[in-house]
């Protein structure tokens, strides 16, 4: 059984940075492909970022946000900059048992809890 616990949400200023971070436990997952999902109030949940043999960006957030990984600590991360009020959410990391991130939420097999971002204007 994989867990993913996310960490670094908060609340922001418009144009700020935050970083957020996805910890991976009871299974490596070096090979699998990892992801950012958000979800703002009255929405649906979306994707943001995707890495992988491959690394994508939604187009609300290319030029702004970069995913990363770091196998040795089975971490994955999301460098969010110019923030907007507009990705208020919460956040959450997911992992999918393939190599290549996918923006359809239903094909990632694990999920976090979640993380809130606050984006104020």
């Known amino acids: 059984q994989v867990q993913l616990v996310e960490s670094g949400g908060g609340m922001v200023q418009a144009g700020g940075s935050l970083r957020l971070s996805c910890a991976a436990s009871g299974r490596t997952l070096s090979w699998s492909a990892m992801a950012w999902f958000r979800q703002a109030p009255g929405k649906e949940r979306e994707f943001v970022a995707g890495?992988?043999?491959?690394?994508k960006y939604a187009d609300s957030v290319k030029g702004r946000f970069t995913i990363s990984r770091d196998n040795a600590k089975n971490t994955v991360y999301l460098q969010m900059n110019s923030l907007k009020p507009e990705d208020t959410a919460v956040y959450y990391c997911?992992?999918?048992?393939?190599?290549?991130?996918?923006?359809?939420?239903?094909?990632?097999?694990?999920w976090g809890q979640g993380t809130q971002v606050t984006v104020s204007s």
């Open positions: 890495i992988g043999y491959i690394t």
């Open positions: 997911a992992a999918l048992s393939r190599s290549v991130p996918v923006e359809s939420e239903y094909e990632y097999n694990y």
